[in-house]
């Protein structure tokens, strides 16, 4: 999925996706879920361990 895929499933600008990936913002807890959902996971996948 493209980053511009995910922001508009996700509803997040797509410039968030790339700062969020580059480690540049950190993401809210709204934010994961949204991610979470747009890319059909629970939300504890996209956490580190």
């Known amino acids: 999925m493209s980053q511009s895929n995910l922001a508009h499933a996700a509803d997040i600008d797509s410039s968030h996706i790339g700062k969020i990936e580059r480690g ?10 949204r991610l979470a959902e747009a890319l059909g996971c629970s939300p504890s996948v996209l956490l580190p361990e």
């Not at 540049?24 to 879920?33: K, P, Q, R, S, Y």
């Open 24 to 33: 540049e913002l950190n993401i809210t807890v709204i934010t994961l879920f």
